[in-house]
């Protein structure tokens, strides 16, 4: 069977996570992408080098190996005079044009969705920005950690003390991941009405959304929790625990699961006691419960306590490193990573394959990220363009 999206051409101005693990998930679908960067190169290809130049200058980097394989690479200043012209013919050939820029910017540089809906009526347009449009902050900018902080999240995070930001870009990949499911739902709806749309994420909006639960139980009852390190508030035992070589979580959700523990570790007694009677009176009276885990875990080894858990499905799991990770046999044997070779590198290098796995069109990593403007030339041969007209936008700076 053919691939989801073939046939399908993605515009991705992107940069960092939002606009290109969007645009990246679409590619892995079937879809052809193209990415638009600088000249001389975006920002987001050289954080976190992997390869350095012979000059000691940056190259590549980890993100950028991440977030644009199946990618074909154009070089454009869409500000350019002479590039504004090529945007325009490109927009025309395209079905979306992703961009993370905010709303202000995409006005200037005519990728709004009135200029994109003029030129081509069947275009998605989608578009992320740290805030989103309609409200005082549109024009901010802002990073994950923003709206992380912003969220409760940070707030809710480490302790009162000591607020905690993850080191996981959760709400550059969230919103990634629901820009593609808009812009896929786009595409669909296009099948029916023949018009494209704008679809519009926003990183607060996402944060905002993963904190939904806290944020309605604060709204509703004024509980005004605050942070508990890693012990959960709302059941228990739910906390990361110390054993005699390493660290594990235990997670215990439900009256089945917590009678599971209970009797693993010889405490029927606490189903009988009113204070751990349902999940909020054991998260409310967590610390307690904790401190009984704790106790348990400290006279077992790592792999002693999770064979105990497992037995009595209890969910739980280690504390990995990120070599660890790498390392564990499960990643491997479900192919999580995927390994792809790029200029410059030593030897082949792990990427997070597509991270959900459709039974009949998979998403697939068929090619590496592309060099700088590796597809220049093919791209504009493919809008119509002569070998002298696009010399002329090569001279010109516009390419």
């Not at 050289?46 to 154009?74: C, V, W, Y």
């Not at 991941?177 to 990183?203: C, D, I, N, P, Y």
């Not at 002693?304 to 739980?316: I, S, T």
């Amino acid at each position: 069977m053919k691939s989801a999206l073939e046939g399908i051409r993605v515009l991705d101005f992107g940069r960092y996570i939002a606009g290109p693990y969007c645009a990246a998930l679409l590619g892995d679908m079937g879809a052809e992408v193209i990415r638009i960067e600088k000249r001389d190169g975006s920002e987001d290809r050289t954080l976190i080098p992997l390869i350095h130049n012979a000059d000691g200058s940056p190259g590549e980097g980890a993100l950028f190996l991440q977030m644009n394989r199946n990618k074909k690479g154009l070089t454009l200043d869409p500000a350019h005079p002479k590039g504004r012209e090529v945007v325009k013919r490109l927009i025309k050939t395209a079905d979306v044009v992703v961009v993370n820029l905010p709303p202000q910017t995409l006005k200037s540089l005519n990728l709004d969705w009135p200029s994109v809906h003029a030129l081509n009526p069947r275009a998605v347009l989608t578009t992320a920005s740290a805030f989103g449009s309609g409200g005082p902050y549109e024009e901010r900018l802002g990073f994950d950690g923003v709206a992380q902080a912003m969220s409760g999240a940070v707030y809710m995070s480490g302790t009162p003390e000591q607020p905690v930001r993850a080191a996981a870009s959760w709400v550059d990949f969230g919103t990634a991941s629901l820009a593609a499911f808009g812009t896929m739902t786009a595409l669909f709806a296009r099948e029916k009405t023949g018009r494209g749309q704008h679809v519009e994420g926003a990183l607060l909006r996402t944060a905002v959304t993963f904190m939904a639960q806290t944020l309605v139980e604060q709204a509703a009852l004024k509980k005004d929790r605050v942070a508990t390190l890693n012990r959960g508030q709302t059941a228990g035992p739910s906390d990361i625990l110390r054993c005699k070589d390493g660290w594990i979580t235990v997670l215990i959700n439900g009256n089945p699961l917590f009678k599971r523990w209970a009797k693993m570790i010889g405490e029927e007694g606490l189903l009988t006691d009113p204070h751990f009677a349902t999940d909020e009176a054991r998260g409310d009276n967590g610390e307690q419960l904790s401190g009984r885990a704790a106790r348990w875990c400290a006279s077992r080894t790592v792999a002693e306590a999770l064979a105990e858990l497992e037995r009595a499905k209890v969910p739980a799991g280690p504390i990995l490193s990120p070599q660890q990770l790498l390392d564990d046999p499960h990643v491997e044997a479900a192919h999580y990573l995927t390994k792809i070779m790029f200029p410059g590198l030593p030897a082949p290098v792990p990427i997070v394959a597509t991270p959900v796995v459709l039974s009949e069109t998979p998403g697939t990593i068929t090619a590496p990220p592309p060099t700088l403007g590796q597809h220049t030339d093919e791209i504009l041969a493919s809008l119509g363009m002569s070998g002298a007209e696009i010399e002329d936008l090569r001279a010109s700076g516009a390419i």
